[in-house]
Each structure stands twice: as structure tokens, then as C-alpha cells.
């Protein structure tokens, strides 16, 4: 059964950073695309970044030169390190897994910026 377990989030201020990660678990290919959204109170789910396994990155507008996505030797955990916070990336993250038919998403982790 694949699950996926996301950590580190937490509170951190404005220009602070934070560093979630995401353990696949229950698959032993290494999943084609892994990624991270996110999902603030009264808003729609979004997407932050995604990695494609030795293909190409992705990232929203309103995160890129702030936050890196990584994978760990192209294998099923994934990283998002978020720099320069601020109060707007407040909202809970989600990480998210997709190869060929098969997409999951673990239950997230909450990331608060205020000062």
C-alpha cells in the first residue's frame, strides 16, 4: 500500500525558512513525478513545484528564487526547501506522487509565517 508522510512544517517568521520533507513508502520503482501544493483556508488547492525524475523542475511564479524542490537520488523522497518566507505562503502542504495511472497524496503538513 503507497503512503506518503510529509514533516517539517511549523511556524517561522517573515524571511525565516523551513524545510519539509515527503517519505514514499509501499512502491519500489523510483515514481516519475513528485511534488508539493499547497492549500490555504477558503482557497483552492495549488501547486508549488514539482521534480520529474531527471527531466525537468517546475515552480509557481509566486515561489520561484525562494523555494528548491529535490529529490533524494532520483528515488521516492522529496524535499522542499523554502527560503524568504512570508505571511502569504501560510497554508497547509501537500505532497504528491504520479506514475502513469497511479497519483497519491499524503495528508499534509502545516507551514505558518507570521511574525
Known amino acids: 500500500q503507497v503512503q506518503l508522510v510529509e514533516s517539517g512544517g511549523g511556524l517561522a517568521q517573515p524571511g525565516g525558512s523551513l524545510r519539509l520533507s515527503c517519505v514514499v513508502s509501499g512502491v519500489k520503482f523510483s515514481i516519475n513525478t513528485m511534488g508539493w501544493y499547497r492549500q490555504a483556508p477558503g482557497k483552492e488547492r495549488e501547486l508549488v513545484a514539482t521534480?520529474?525524475?531527471?527531466?525537468?523542475?517546475d515552480y509557481a511564479d509566486s515561489v520561484k528564487g525562494r523555494f528548491t524542490i529535490s529529490r533524494d537520488g532520483f528515488k521516492n523522497t522529496v524535499y522542499l526547501q523554502m527560503n524568504s518566507l512570508k505571511p502569504e505562503d501560510t497554508a497547509v502542504y501537500y505532497c504528491k506522487a504520479k506514475h502513469a495511472t497511479m497519483g497519491r497524496w499524503g495528508n499534509g503538513t502545516l507551514v505558518t509565517v507570521s511574525s
Open positions: 521534480a520529474t525524475t531527471g527531466v525537468r523542475i
